[in-house]
Nanobody, 129 residues
Framework: QVQLVESGGGLVQAGGSLRLSCVVS???????LGWYRQAPGKQRELVAS???????TYANSAKGRFAISRDTVKNTVYLQMNSLKPEDTAVYYC????????????????????????WGQGTQVTVSS
């Protein structure tokens, strides 16, 4: 049974930090792990992704503030979020896929959320001003 279980969300003041964790089980091969978020009334958007060779991708809004990492022994992916802003408020989802694409531009990852096979239930992050 495939499971992605997120934790670490909560309420934090602007400027604060949170560390999200996602434990993945039941998947034999994981090449790409991603963190997405969805705010009320908005589309789900990529926050960051990491591939099996360690290549990372960040949304512009996350660059310099967030860091994605993975522990292959623990089958866990993390999202360290610093300098949080009220606009970071959203439900954060962990996603996994057995594939990775290498683009001529140098980008390594997936085209979009439809290419992720597995999703967690999400964890709420609320940043107060």
């Amino acid at each position: 049974q495939v499971q992605l279980v997120e934790s670490g969300g909560g309420l934090v003041q602007a400027g604060g930090s949170l560390r999200l964790s996602c434990v993945v089980s039941g998947i034999l091969q994981i090449n790409t792990l991603g963190w997405y978020r969805q705010a009320p009334g908005k589309q789900r958007e990529l926050v960051a992704s990491i591939t099996s060779d360690g290549s990372t991708t960040y949304a512009n809004s996350a660059k310099g503030r967030f860091a994605i990492s993975r522990d292959t022994v623990k089958n866990t992916v993390y999202l360290q979020m610093n300098s949080l802003k009220p606009e970071d408020t959203a439900v954060y989802y962990c996603a996994a896929a057995p594939r990775t694409y290498y683009f001529r531009s140098g980008y390594v990852g997936l085209h979009g959320p439809d290419e992720y096979d597995y999703w967690g239930q999400g964890t709420q992050v609320t940043v107060s001003s």
